[in-house]
C-alpha cells in the first residue's frame, strides 16, 4: 500500500532555509512514470503546487517560487527532499508531498501525506 | 501565470445536484482533476483526466469538460460530501501546475 509521511521543523526563522523530506512506500521513483509533487496550503487559503520531480530526474517548479526552491531525490532511501531559501512569515502553511504521474499518464497526486504544519516566525 | 477560477461556494439540499464549475484558458487543450479537502485532511483525489473516476470514488461522482470550464457534479448530495474542493491542471506548456481557488460544498 502506498503511503507518504513529510518530516521536518514545525517553526523557522525568516531568513532561514526550510528543508522538508517525504518518505514513502508502496512505489518506488526509479519506475518509469512515477513522480512525487510538493503542495502547500497556508492556513485557511488554497492549496498551491510548488514542485515536482520524476523517475527520470527531471524538476518542475512553480515559476514563482523557482529561485528559492530545490527537490531533489534518494532512491535508496525512498524520500524526496525539498529545500526552500529565505523563509518569510508569508509561507507559514502546512506543506504536503504526494505521489503522480506525468500529464496524461493516469491519476495524479492519488496518494498524499497527512501534512507538515511551518510556522515562519522570529 | 496562468489560473483556474472557481467559486467561493456552492450550496445544495441533501440529495440535490451540485455543481462546481472551474474556468481555465488553456482546459480546452488540457485535463482537469478534482480533489476533495475535508476539515483538517489531507485532500483527496475523487476525477482525473476530466472525467475519470479513481477507485472506492462513488459514482455519484461525475465530472466533463466543455471548452474553458470543466465541471464536478455530485448527484444525491450527502452532508459527508461537505468539504472543499479544488480543481487542478497544468497550463499550455503542461510544465506549471495550478489549483483552483477552491469551493466550498455545503450540504444542509
Known amino acids: 500500500q502506498v503511503t507518504l509521511r513529510e518530516s521536518g521543523p514545525a517553526l523557522v526563522k525568516p531568513t532561514e532555509t526550510l528543508t522538508l523530506t517525504c518518505t514513502f512506500s508502496g512505489f518506488s521513483l526509479t519506475t518509469n512514470g512515477m513522480c512525487v509533487s510538493w503542495i502547500r496550503q497556508p492556513p485557511g487559503k488554497a492549496l498551491e503546487w510548488l514542485a515536482r520531480?520524476?523517475?527520470?530526474?527531471?524538476?518542475y517548479y512553480n515559476t514563482s517560487l523557482k529561485t528559492r526552491l530545490t527537490v531533489s531525490k534518494d532512491t535508496s532511501k525512498n524520500q524526496v527532499v525539498l529545500t526552500m531559501t529565505n523563509m518569510d512569515p508569508a509561507d507559514t502553511a502546512t506543506y504536503y508531498c504526494?505521489?503522480?504521474?506525468?500529464?496524461?499518464?493516469?491519476?495524479?497526486?492519488?496518494?498524499w501525506g497527512q501534512g507538515t504544519l511551518v510556522t515562519v516566525s522570529s | 501565470s496562468y489560473e483556474l477560477t472557481q467559486p467561493p461556494s456552492v450550496s445544495v439540499s441533501p440529495g440535490q445536484t451540485a455543481r462546481i464549475t472551474c474556468s481555465g484558458d488553456?482546459?480546452?487543450?488540457?485535463?482537469a482533476y478534482w480533489f476533495q479537502q475535508k476539515s483538517r485532511q489531507a485532500p483527496v483525489l475523487v476525477i482525473y483526466?476530466?472525467?475519470k473516476r479513481p477507485s472506492g470514488i462513488p459514482e455519484r461522482f461525475f465530472a466533463f469538460s466543455s471548452g474553458t470550464k470543466a465541471i464536478l457534479s455530485i448527484s444525491g448530495a450527502q452532508v459527508d460530501d461537505e468539504a472543499d474542493y479544488y480543481c487542478y491542471s497544468t497550463d499550455s506548456s503542461g510544465n506549471q501546475w495550478v489549483f483552483g481557488g477552491g469551493t466550498r460544498l455545503t450540504v444542509l
Open positions: 520531480i520524476d523517475w527520470d530526474g527531471d524538476e
Open positions: 483526466e476530466d472525467t
Open positions: 504526494a505521489r503522480t504521474r506525468p500529464y496524461g499518464s493516469g491519476p495524479a497526486l492519488d496518494f
Open positions: 488553456a482546459l480546452p487543450r488540457k485535463y
